[in-house]
């Protein structure tokens, strides 16, 4: 064989190698099952909540109020998730989530459901996603080890993908025919998948540095100070937390978009929304079989100006076609830089950080959602969904621009 075919095997990975594990087995096909019925409640919740009001602020201020508290409280999570096993928390905030979901599903098939149900029920899932979101990210090295861990990485937003394509699919028919309320029924009894796969598993014990614990307070301060001393964290954070902000606002950009601009219903709404999955699920899969060396520098530093274009271009579009095509390729771009970004973190960060590390991770990507969110819904409010795509797209642009320029002056004086 000759060296060039060596180099490219060692390039390339097989893009499913991480389900070798048994562990990551249990746990990804369980979690497979899950996020179908969470994307089916995806498109319910904005679809109901818009139905209620007729109001985009409205809608967003669901999606707002949702991430508030992983705005509040990551940094007070990380604390926790590197103290106490991940496996346990996982057992509480899967039930937790889906009893939530159970009780929207009893709220709308008693005809009792209100525009301020869904708000509490989206601040409670908030509540519990603070430590679920940054106990699932650095969980995952438990489940495969260092050398798997960008393609098991690759492998949740596969899965998160396809459940992107099959849960809007699945629940834009189902709306149509049956109503909302069975799609929060069946993300409510999908939870028992990820339930019964955690029963399973065995996680890998990772050995950290044995150290006296300080006060709460001390150590949310050791993961910052950790992180600011790291260059490669502190400048993946700044490009995540502006993508953060602007491009993941589709659930309340898309349903305004479908029934406004399109004057189309349930249906084309979760149709678009397969597009987008379709897009993100091929995004994954290129991640996943990119060099086993580590994340793509290309990848997590130019494919963020692409989805901002990307975003503002699905506001000219006048058409399904066209509208679904920009989608997925926004949805392609997004998820390859989310995947590649997320790698980065966890690859650079120690075992003794990496659950307050991944907490960070998780209060810029997620927290940042109530912004974003307000942001999409107003500017959608006074403007309409084409301007909301637009507005979205154009503010990323500038402002990674605007740390281009920054970061081109600082490294300039500093030579």
């Not at 075919?5 to 979690?31: A, C, D, I, T």
Request: glycine share 8%; net charge positive; charged share 10%.
């Amino acid at each position: 064989m000759s060296t060039g075919s060596v180099e490219r095997e060692h390039r390339v990975n097989h893009p499913f190698k991480s389900l070798k594990h048994p562990n990551f087995r249990y746990y990804w096909f369980g979690m497979c099952i899950s996020l179908i019925g969470t994307w089916m409640q995806n498109i319910a919740q904005p679809w109901l909540a818009y139905g209620l009001t007729h109001s985009p602020f409205l809608l967003s201020l669901i999606g707002a109020l949702q991430f508030t508290p992983i705005l509040l409280f990551s940094l007070v999570a990380g604390v926790y998730v590197d103290r106490f096993p991940k496996k346990k928390i996982l057992f509480f905030t899967q039930t937790a989530s889906g009893l939530i979901a159970l009780t929207l599903a009893l709220l709308v098939w008693s005809h009792q459901i209100q525009y301020w149900h869904i708000l509490v029920a989206a601040t409670l899932l908030g509540f519990v996603n603070v430590l679920d979101m940054p106990t699932r990210q650095s969980f995952v090295i438990e489940l495969v080890g260092k050398d798997d861990l960008m393609n098991a990485i690759a492998m949740n937003s596969m899965a998160f993908n396809v459940a992107r394509v099959i849960g809007p699919s699945i629940a834009g028919i189902i709306m149509g025919y049956f109503g909302v309320g069975i799609c929060f029924f069946i993300n409510a009894i999908s939870y028992m998948a990820v339930i019964i796969g955690l029963f399973f598993v065995k996680p890998i014990l990772v050995q950290k540095e044995k150290k006296i614990r300080g006060s709460l307070i001390e150590e949310i301060k050791g993961g910052l100070a950790y992180i600011f001393k790291t260059p490669i964290l502190v400048s993946t954070l700044l490009i995540i937390l502006i993508i953060g902000i602007f491009i993941p606002n589709f659930s309340v950009l898309v349903p305004v978009y479908a029934k406004e601009a399109l004057q189309q219903g349930e249906k084309t709404f979760g149709l678009l929304m397969a597009c987008m999955g379709i897009g993100s699920f091929f995004g994954a899969m290129f991640i996943a079989t990119l060099s086993k060396s580590g994340p793509n520098r290309m990848v997590v530093k130019v494919f963020p100006w692409i989805a901002s274009a990307l975003m503002a271009m699905v506001g000219l579009m006048n058409h399904f076609v066209t509208a679904g095509l920009f989608l997925a390729l926004t949805g392609f771009v997004f998820v390859a830089f989310a995947s590649s970004a997320n790698s980065t973190m966890q690859l650079n960060a120690s075992d003794e950080y990496r659950g307050r590390v991944m907490s960070v991770y998780t209060l810029v990507f997620a927290g940042s959602t109530p912004f974003g969110n307000m942001f999409a819904g107003l500017t959608t409010e006074f403007f309409g969904p084409k301007g909301g795509f637009i507005a979205c797209g154009l503010s990323a642009l500038i402002l990674l621009a605007m740390v281009l320029v920054c970061a081109n002056r600082f490294h300039s004086r500093d030579a």
